[in-house]
C-alpha cells in the first residue's frame, strides 16, 4: 500500500460507487458535463454520510465556516472602509473586493489549515 493510502482505496482512485478504478480518457463533451454535474451532487452526499468520512469532517467543515465568516467581516468593516476612505481610489469596493479575493485564501489557510491535517 502507498503511503498516505487510506484502508478504503489503498492509493488507488475509484468511482464513488468504490468498486471500478476509475480510468482517465475523454468522451463527449456534453456526457461529460452531465456525468461531472451529477458527480459533484453524489460526491457531496458521499462525503458527508460516506462511513469512511463520518465524524471525520464536522470540525474541519465547521473551522472553514466560522474562518469564512471572519474573514467575510474583515471585508466589510476593515478592508471596504479602508479603501473608501484612501485617497484617489476610483473604485473602492473593487479594489477591496480584489484585495479580500487574494488574501481570503491565504488567511482561510492560516485561520482553518491546522484543523485540517487529520484528513
Known amino acids: ?36 454535474t451529477t458527480d459533484v451532487v453524489r460526491s457531496v452526499f458521499t462525503i458527508v454520510l460516506g462511513r469512511a468520512f463520518v465524524g471525520r469532517l464536522r470540525r474541519p467543515l465547521w473551522v472553514n465556516a466560522i474562518a469564512f465568516l471572519l474573514l467575510l467581516g474583515l471585508f466589510a468593516f476593515a478592508l471596504l472602509p479602508a479603501f473608501e476612505s484612501g485617497a484617489g481610489n476610483r473604485n473602492p469596493a473593487f479594489w477591496a473586493f480584489a484585495s479580500w479575493v487574494l488574501l481570503a485564501p491565504v488567511g482561510l489557510e492560516l485561520l482553518a489549515g491546522p484543523w485540517q491535517n487529520g484528513l
Open 1 to 36: 500500500m502507498p503511503p498516505g493510502a487510506c484502508d478504503r482505496c489503498h492509493g488507488e482512485a475509484r468511482s464513488l460507487h468504490g468498486k471500478e478504478p476509475v480510468t482517465p480518457g475523454r468522451g463527449l463533451p456534453p456526457f461529460d458535463l452531465v456525468s461531472g
